[in-house]
């Protein structure tokens, strides 16, 4: 942890007269209204009845739990989540594996390829995404143009239009975006192992291999974790890939809990409360380990 | 592949401080098949990377009637595109609406994190570690999983469809890396500095903003640049709190092109080119302090 507690020192100025409040209570109610809040009201609206237009008609007990879990495509929703975030999360860490190693390598413009990776990352999501499903697009997509002309398909086909081709290349999509971050927090992992440990494996004689289970891969683990927690974090929560793409469609086919959600939101917004709810138990899960992995406290 | 007797490890290049001593000739710059290929795959990677950018541009350029040609590249290409998309769409209401959102955002967290930032750096308070838990956890959670609650939170207030209820939510869910970084970047400045202004006669004010803060410079510049980016790319809350095509901002815009009859992916692709494009730039900059404010310093 790079905060360390500042030495105790005594002030001669106003600052210890006035104490913490002043300078951290702005930042604190900010997060109490913006964070804290739609916490709160989550978890009330859960178990309320409330009309489309908005007006609360009283208590819904856990009727809207019940509800969301009667949903036909409830169970399928789930399974496909857990799903899209394992298979997202566990291939974008395999690869950037391998891309952490090849641009920490030297090689004539390294900082120009570098750069270019880090595109998918600035840009919006969103965009991105509509980028795909554009390049997708049975009519003219490009990347059908492409596939016809390397001969792997015969004809155009319409990639998003069923759930069966649409996963897959949504996971791309999402791949894709979390790569940068991900290949950066390992090359950040990578600087820290020192030059001379490598420096003693090669005088021991150990192959390319050896040097990378023996020492790369172990000395990587405290970032490859933190990369872990917080794609899963992320993955779980990109909605706008699955909404730029399918929404959810066809039916709930291709939907996340979090796509799920939100087209609960549009019927019956206890229900998507309620499903949000279960939402945030989840990443509230996935933060936990990632105070643990991040080893917060440690130093404090 | 490699051998064992070459350098297996990465080499730490750019910590190297410029007047080191020069590399022993082992590194000499002769290109060994292993660079070319390193060399070949890496520029490949970039190009695949900027791969749907380009696309982006290429049917931003594209007349209106070459829309539907399987052809890579237009026969003739349209600047006016990037033009008339303003005139002939309401996306500049949207483009208007997104700057005030991540201007103001911006200058929102800098306010209330600069001084938070400040005495969390300097001082031991009671509370110190708590209130860094409380910023750390909120960088996990993303407005997607809170939706619901904001929405009905927003609701409630009576905000929706306001520029201020975007800039506050935006603001808030960007708080925590802002916090994070200049934390760390004032703690890595030595209070001693301050005191010896102090000392000259400045007050403990003109030291914090003549001597710390232009130190702090990178930090801040990283908090800014991020915060703008990652407001301007913001779609889940805009959608949910706007409902309004002339109150939303530009993604938002964008995505509802498509749920238009006929989709006029030259002007789609022209307004996000020109949303894209400035932020990848702006990112480049900051690139290499965002893996630690992302990681909470986890990884260096």
Do not use: C
Not at chain 2, 117 to 122: E, G
Not at chain 2, 143 to 165: C, I, K
């Amino acid at each position: 942890m790079s905060l360390k507690a500042p030495p105790v020192r005594r002030t001669r100025g106003g600052l210890a007269r006035l104490g913490p409040l002043p300078w951290i209570a702005p930042v604190v109610l900010l997060i109490l209204a913006v964070v804290v809040w739609p916490v709160i009201e989550l978890i009330r609206t859960s178990f309320l009845n409330i009309s489309i237009a908005g007006i609360v008609r009283g208590s819904a007990g856990t009727d809207k739990y019940k509800k969301l879990f009667d949903e036909t495509d409830f169970g399928h929703v789930l399974l496909w989540t857990v799903l899209w975030t394992v298979v997202v999360v566990g291939v974008t860490m395999l690869v950037s594996l391998g891309l952490a190693q090849l641009f920490n390598q030297r090689f004539p413009g390294r900082r120009i390829t570098r750069w270019a990776l880090i595109a998918p990352w600035a840009a919006s999501v969103l965009m991105t995404a509509i980028g795909f499903k554009w390049m997708l697009s049975r009519t003219a997509g490009v990347l059908n143009t492409v596939m016809i002309d390397l001969g792997l398909i015969d004809r155009s086909k319409d990639w998003l239009g069923s759930a069966g081709t649409a996963w897959p290349w949504m996971m791309f999509v999402a791949v894709f975006v979390s790569l940068p971050f991900t290949t950066y927090t390992l090359l950040a992992g990578l600087q820290t192992i020192p030059a001379d440990v490598y420096e003693a494996a090669r005088i021991d004689g150990a192959g390319a291999w050896q040097t990378y289970r023996g020492i790369t891969l172990p000395l990587l683990r405290p970032a490859f974790l933190v990369g872990v927690v917080i794609n899963l974090i992320n993955v779980f929560n990109s909605f706008p890939i699955i909404w730029a793409m399918t929404q959810g469609g066809p039916g709930s086919d291709t939907a996340t809990t979090t796509v799920f959600m939100y087209k609960l939101k549009e019927t019956d917004i206890g229900e998507s409360a309620a499903m949000s709810v279960v939402n945030f138990a989840m990443v509230v899960v996935l933060v936990l380990i990632f105070l643990k992995v991040s080893r917060w406290n440690e130093e404090d | 592949m490699a051998t064992a007797t070459q350098t297996a490890g990465p080499e730490p290049v750019e910590k190297q401080p410029a007047g080191s001593a020069p590399r022993p000739t082992r590194t000499k710059r002769t290109f060994r098949p292993r660079t070319l290929v390193i060399t070949a795959v890496a520029w490949l990677l970039a190009a695949l990377f900027l791969a749907p950018y380009l696309e982006m541009i290429v049917t931003a350029l594209r007349p209106a009637d070459e829309l539907r040609d399987r052809t890579y590249l237009p026969d003739k290409l349209h600047w006016s595109n990037f033009i008339d998309v303003w005139k002939e769409s309401s996306l500049g209401d949207n483009l208007q609406v997104t700057l005030l959102i991540s201007g103001g955002a911006t200058v929102l967290v800098l306010l209330v994190s600069l001084p938070a930032a400040y005495y969390t750096a300097r001082m031991r308070f009671r509370g110190r570690k708590w209130f860094l838990l409380l910023v750390l956890v909120t960088q996990m959670f993303q407005p997607t999983a809170l939706l619901v609650g904001l929405y009905r939170e927003f609701h409630q207030l009576d905000m929706l469809n306001s520029v201020w209820t975007l800039i506050l939510t935006n603001a808030a869910f960007n708080l925590a890396f802002a916090v994070w970084i200049l934390t760390a970047y004032i703690g890595s400045i030595p209070a001693e500095l301050e005191e010896a202004a102090m000392v000259d006669g400045t007050s403990r004010f003109g030291a914090m903003i003549r001597v710390t803060l232009p130190l702090a410079l990178p930090g801040v510049v990283t908090a800014v640049i991020f915060t703008f980016i990652t407001s301007w790319n913001e779609f889940v809350m805009g959608l949910t709190l706007s409902t309004e095509p002339d109150k939303q901002p530009l993604t938002v815009g964008i995505n509802n092109f498509i749920g238009a009859y006929t989709v006029q992916w030259n002007y789609l692709f022209a307004a996000s080119v020109v949303a894209i494009v400035p932020v990848i730039v702006l990112f480049a900059f900051i690139e290499r302090h965002v893996v630690s404010g992302l990681t909470a310093g986890s990884v260096k």
